[in-house]
Protein backbone atom coordinates (compact mmCIF):
# COMPACT_ATOMS: atom_id res chain seq x y z
CA UNK A 1 0.00 0.00 0.00
CA UNK A 2 1.21 3.59 -1.14
CA UNK A 3 2.06 5.40 1.99
CA UNK A 4 1.41 9.25 2.60
CA UNK A 5 2.80 11.43 -1.09
CA UNK A 6 3.75 14.87 -1.60
CA UNK A 7 4.48 17.12 -3.87
CA UNK A 8 7.10 18.49 -5.08
CA UNK A 9 9.91 17.48 -2.95
CA UNK A 10 11.73 20.48 -3.00
CA UNK A 11 10.16 24.04 -3.43
CA UNK A 12 12.87 27.21 -3.76
CA UNK A 13 10.25 30.79 -3.72
CA UNK A 14 11.62 34.09 -3.37
CA UNK A 15 10.45 36.64 -0.61
CA UNK A 16 7.21 37.90 -0.99
CA UNK A 17 5.61 34.95 -3.67
CA UNK A 18 2.59 32.50 -2.49
CA UNK A 19 3.40 28.50 -2.56
CA UNK A 20 0.97 25.55 -2.52
CA UNK A 21 2.17 22.12 -1.16
CA UNK A 22 0.02 19.12 -1.71
CA UNK A 23 -0.84 15.77 -0.15
CA UNK A 24 -2.06 12.50 -0.35
CA UNK A 25 -2.99 10.64 2.23
CA UNK A 26 -2.98 6.65 2.80
CA UNK A 27 -5.95 5.22 0.95
CA UNK A 28 -9.15 4.65 3.58
CA UNK A 29 -7.59 7.62 5.68
CA UNK A 30 -9.70 10.54 6.20
CA UNK A 31 -7.79 12.98 8.13
CA UNK A 32 -4.81 15.47 7.25
CA UNK A 33 -2.76 17.23 9.47
CA UNK A 34 0.14 19.60 8.48
CA UNK A 35 2.90 20.80 10.23
CA UNK A 36 6.48 23.03 10.18
CA UNK A 37 9.69 21.55 10.91
CA UNK A 38 12.33 24.30 10.94
CA UNK A 39 15.75 23.16 10.98
CA UNK A 40 16.86 21.53 14.30
CA UNK A 41 13.38 21.78 15.99
CA UNK A 42 10.93 19.43 16.38
CA UNK A 43 7.51 19.81 14.05
CA UNK A 44 4.89 22.40 14.81
CA UNK A 45 1.51 21.73 14.49
CA UNK A 46 -0.08 23.93 11.71
CA UNK A 47 -3.83 22.41 11.04
CA UNK A 48 -5.80 19.18 10.89
CA UNK A 49 -9.04 18.66 8.73
CA UNK A 50 -11.26 16.12 8.72
CA UNK A 51 -14.28 14.76 6.28
CA UNK A 52 -13.10 18.70 4.36
CA UNK A 53 -13.47 20.84 7.69
CA UNK A 54 -10.85 22.08 9.77
CA UNK A 55 -10.72 20.73 12.88
CA UNK A 56 -7.66 22.75 14.38
CA UNK A 57 -5.55 25.59 13.64
CA UNK A 58 -1.88 25.98 15.39
CA UNK A 59 -0.49 28.97 16.22
CA UNK A 60 0.28 30.19 13.08
CA UNK A 61 -0.80 33.55 10.48
CA UNK A 62 -3.23 34.03 8.49
CA UNK A 63 -0.43 33.68 5.54
CA UNK A 64 -1.20 29.86 6.05
CA UNK A 65 -4.19 28.33 5.05
CA UNK A 66 -5.47 24.84 3.68
CA UNK A 67 -7.85 23.13 2.37
CA UNK A 68 -9.43 19.24 1.90
CA UNK A 69 -10.66 18.17 -1.14
CA UNK A 70 -13.65 15.19 -1.16
CA UNK A 71 -11.20 12.64 -2.03
CA UNK A 72 -9.50 13.68 1.20
CA UNK A 73 -5.87 15.30 -0.16
CA UNK A 74 -4.91 17.98 0.92
CA UNK A 75 -3.41 21.66 -0.04
CA UNK A 76 -1.35 24.43 1.98
CA UNK A 77 -1.26 27.51 0.79
CA UNK A 78 1.52 29.79 2.17
CA UNK A 79 1.24 34.01 1.13
CA UNK A 80 3.70 36.23 1.21
CA UNK A 81 6.45 34.24 1.64
CA UNK A 82 8.96 35.05 4.21
CA UNK A 83 12.77 34.28 4.92
CA UNK A 84 11.42 32.40 8.65
CA UNK A 85 8.87 30.37 5.95
CA UNK A 86 11.69 28.12 5.00
CA UNK A 87 10.99 25.04 6.48
CA UNK A 88 10.36 21.28 5.82
CA UNK A 89 6.52 21.15 5.56
CA UNK A 90 5.34 17.74 6.72
CA UNK A 91 1.93 16.02 5.86
CA UNK A 92 0.20 13.33 8.24
CA UNK A 93 -3.14 10.67 7.59
CA UNK A 94 -4.85 8.97 10.19
CA UNK A 95 -8.04 7.11 10.00
CA UNK A 96 -9.87 10.01 11.85
CA UNK A 97 -9.52 12.78 13.37
CA UNK A 98 -9.23 11.43 17.01
CA UNK A 99 -8.13 8.35 17.54
CA UNK A 100 -5.36 7.25 15.78
CA UNK A 101 -2.09 7.52 14.76
CA UNK A 102 -0.92 9.52 12.51
CA UNK A 103 1.15 8.30 9.49
CA UNK A 104 4.05 10.88 7.93
CA UNK A 105 4.61 11.92 4.56
CA UNK A 106 8.32 12.29 3.33
CA UNK A 107 7.67 16.23 3.31
CA UNK A 108 8.51 19.32 1.08
CA UNK A 109 11.63 21.16 1.68
CA UNK A 110 10.26 24.67 1.12
CA UNK A 111 13.37 27.23 0.74
CA UNK A 112 12.95 31.05 0.71
CA UNK A 113 15.37 33.59 -0.51
CA UNK B 1 -0.65 22.51 25.72
CA UNK B 2 1.65 19.62 28.01
CA UNK B 3 5.26 19.56 26.85
CA UNK B 4 8.12 16.77 26.68
CA UNK B 5 11.66 17.29 28.44
CA UNK B 6 14.08 14.88 26.50
CA UNK B 7 17.98 14.49 27.22
CA UNK B 8 19.47 16.18 23.83
CA UNK B 9 21.97 13.39 22.89
CA UNK B 10 22.29 9.83 23.66
CA UNK B 11 24.85 6.82 23.15
CA UNK B 12 23.89 3.30 22.72
CA UNK B 13 26.29 0.21 21.88
CA UNK B 14 25.21 -2.08 18.98
CA UNK B 15 22.90 -5.04 20.48
CA UNK B 16 22.18 -3.59 23.70
CA UNK B 17 19.28 -2.39 24.96
CA UNK B 18 18.65 1.74 24.28
CA UNK B 19 16.63 3.59 26.87
CA UNK B 20 15.12 7.03 25.98
CA UNK B 21 13.47 8.67 28.94
CA UNK B 22 11.06 11.94 28.33
CA UNK B 23 9.23 14.03 31.18
CA UNK B 24 6.39 15.43 30.43
CA UNK B 25 4.78 16.61 34.06
CA UNK B 26 1.80 18.84 32.82
CA UNK B 27 0.37 15.83 31.26
CA UNK B 28 -3.57 15.87 31.39
CA UNK B 29 -5.36 12.54 32.26
CA UNK B 30 -6.83 11.80 28.33
CA UNK B 31 -3.43 13.27 27.13
CA UNK B 32 -1.46 10.29 25.31
CA UNK B 33 2.23 9.62 24.96
CA UNK B 34 3.32 9.28 21.59
CA UNK B 35 6.93 8.15 20.53
CA UNK B 36 8.18 8.73 16.76
CA UNK B 37 11.44 8.87 15.57
CA UNK B 38 13.07 10.49 12.50
CA UNK B 39 15.85 9.50 10.19
CA UNK B 40 17.76 12.03 7.93
CA UNK B 41 15.14 14.48 7.80
CA UNK B 42 12.86 12.08 6.27
CA UNK B 43 8.80 12.09 7.65
CA UNK B 44 8.71 10.87 11.25
CA UNK B 45 8.35 7.10 11.61
CA UNK B 46 5.59 6.41 14.36
CA UNK B 47 7.29 3.81 17.16
CA UNK B 48 4.46 3.25 20.03
CA UNK B 49 1.88 5.13 22.09
CA UNK B 50 0.64 4.51 25.43
CA UNK B 51 -1.82 5.98 27.85
CA UNK B 52 -1.04 5.24 31.55
CA UNK B 53 -0.38 1.14 31.04
CA UNK B 54 3.25 -0.58 29.66
CA UNK B 55 2.70 -1.31 26.08
CA UNK B 56 5.13 -3.29 23.69
CA UNK B 57 5.27 -3.90 19.82
CA UNK B 58 7.33 -5.32 17.46
CA UNK B 59 9.83 -2.44 17.57
CA UNK B 60 9.65 -0.77 21.48
CA UNK B 61 8.24 -1.24 24.71
CA UNK B 62 7.09 2.05 26.62
CA UNK B 63 7.04 1.80 29.99
CA UNK B 64 5.01 4.71 31.79
CA UNK B 65 5.60 5.79 35.12
CA UNK B 66 1.99 5.37 37.41
CA UNK B 67 1.68 9.56 37.88
CA UNK B 68 2.22 9.74 34.10
CA UNK B 69 4.62 12.44 34.81
CA UNK B 70 7.45 10.83 33.03
CA UNK B 71 7.88 7.70 30.65
CA UNK B 72 10.88 5.48 28.91
CA UNK B 73 10.83 4.00 25.44
CA UNK B 74 13.19 1.23 25.19
CA UNK B 75 14.37 -0.23 22.14
CA UNK B 76 15.48 -3.95 23.33
CA UNK B 77 18.39 -4.91 20.56
CA UNK B 78 19.48 -1.26 19.19
CA UNK B 79 21.30 -1.72 15.42
CA UNK B 80 22.87 1.10 13.42
CA UNK B 81 19.69 1.57 11.53
CA UNK B 82 18.16 2.99 14.86
CA UNK B 83 19.96 6.12 14.62
CA UNK B 84 18.13 8.76 14.68
CA UNK B 85 16.13 11.89 16.35
CA UNK B 86 13.54 10.38 18.51
CA UNK B 87 10.37 12.33 19.85
CA UNK B 88 7.97 12.03 22.72
CA UNK B 89 5.30 13.64 22.03
CA UNK B 90 1.61 14.47 23.72
CA UNK B 91 -1.23 14.07 21.63
CA UNK B 92 -3.71 16.87 22.80
CA UNK B 93 -6.92 16.53 21.88
CA UNK B 94 -8.45 19.92 20.45
CA UNK B 95 -12.51 20.79 20.31
CA UNK B 96 -12.71 18.62 17.06
CA UNK B 97 -9.56 16.99 16.58
CA UNK B 98 -6.25 16.36 17.64
CA UNK B 99 -2.34 17.71 17.22
CA UNK B 100 0.27 16.28 17.87
CA UNK B 101 2.69 18.44 20.38
CA UNK B 102 6.35 17.83 19.44
CA UNK B 103 9.41 18.54 22.17
CA UNK B 104 12.87 18.81 21.04
CA UNK B 105 13.96 15.05 20.73
CA UNK B 106 17.17 12.87 21.75
CA UNK B 107 19.25 11.85 18.94
CA UNK B 108 20.35 8.75 19.48
CA UNK B 109 23.84 7.25 17.99
CA UNK B 110 24.07 3.34 18.05
CA UNK B 111 27.78 2.55 17.45
CA UNK B 112 29.43 -0.47 16.74
Known amino acids: DAGVTQSPTHLIKTRGQHVTLRCSPI?????VSWYQQVLGQGPQFIFQYYEKEERGRGNFPDRFSARQFPNYSSELNVNALLLGDSALYLC????????????FGPGTRLTVL | DAKTTQPPSMDCAEGRAANLPCNHS???????VYWYRQIHSQGPQYIIHGLKNNETNEMASLIITEDRKSSTLILPHATLRDTAVYYC?????????????FGAGTILRVKS
Open chain 2, 26 to 32: TISGNEY
Open chain 2, 89 to 101: IVRVAMEYGNKLV
Open chain 1, 92 to 103: ASSLTGTRFEQF
Open chain 1, 27 to 31: SGHKS
